[in-house]
């Protein structure tokens, strides 16, 4: 269990947010996290509610549901963290719901937990893609170009987020009269 | 009737098989959980101080994001969060983000499978809100505003 910079972890998840496009003969870029291994393999996209309890909607819940790959050998691999800063991997993998796909990228353990992060995933058929799919989807939804600093922000700039930062401060003590 | 039963279980298992895998799974236990509401991510990877208020902000951006939102346990386990009460649409979720970093006590089901613990929760028996005044001592993670 060791401590890592900051800064340093935060510049690598975001050089892997610009990989915005894969070639085949990328690889998982390192990130430095605890435990890591770089790792290449096929899985089916699941949603993890559904494989653990048999609830299981047609699309994996769209997108609002953890999301896991289920490996031949049975290994159900959590995929927590994609290529972008402060996002996950749903939006990068229900496209692929129920579908083999390649997923390169990390596992990391610790705390005796094991997790993915997702920095890449090859649908059947289908060439490489950077998984970044929430910024690009945010960028969308406001009609912004992905390059717009404004997406490299989003999290500074996300209309939810500034709301409930107003409401709740950035330490969520404003209602107790705790601000920074 | 036996070729209907058949036809049927073909079915079944050519549109997903969900269920089907769900059966092998073990049973899930009954348990109570007393922790706080935290990124399940920036936790694990330790890529930064992730607890209590010094982390609230970064918590609000990852659980926006995506991210699945876990509980650090007074066991000092994590639970990764499956369901709220009866939301299982728990990525993006407004009303749990709004519960981010606060000290919980929840019941629900946990599912073990592969080093990682599930949690589908179905009530939440206590919010304290937040308690950990971890910027005394860490400023606001990561970035320092």
Known sequence: MRKIGTLAALAVVALGAGLSEANTAQAANSWGLPGEETARFDAKVVDVMCVLTGDCPTDCGAGKRVMGLLRDSGELVLAIKNAGPFTGTARDLVPFCGQTVTADGLFTINYGVKTFALQFVKPKDADWRGANGFIKEWAKERALDPKDDKVKQWFRNDEQVKALIDEQGKLGLKSKGITP | ?145
Not at chain 2, 33 to 53: F, H, K, P, R
Not at chain 2, 108 to 132: C, M, P
Request: charged share 20%.
């Open chain 2, 1 to 145: 009737m036996r070729r209907d039963l058949i036809l049927g279980l073909g079915l079944a298992l050519a549109l997903g098989g969900g269920p089907a895998l769900a059966a092998d799974a073990p049973a899930p236990k009954r348990v109570t959980v007393t922790g706080e509401i935290i990124d399940s991510w920036c936790y694990l990877s330790e890529i930064m101080y992730a607890q209590g208020s010094a982390h609230h902000q970064c918590a609000l951006w990852c659980a926006r994001g995506g991210v699945p939102v876990g509980i650090l346990g007074e066991d000092e386990q994590v639970y990764v969060v499956l369901k709220m009460q009866d939301d299982s649409a728990v990525l993006e979720n407004p009303g749990i983000m709004k519960l981010q970093t606060n000290k919980v006590t929840v019941e629900g089901n946990l599912y073990e499978r592969d080093s990682v613990k599930y949690l589908a929760i179905d009530t939440i028996i206590d919010d304290q809100g937040i308690v950990n005044y971890s910027h005394e001592e860490f400023d606001i993670q990561p970035f320092g505003e």
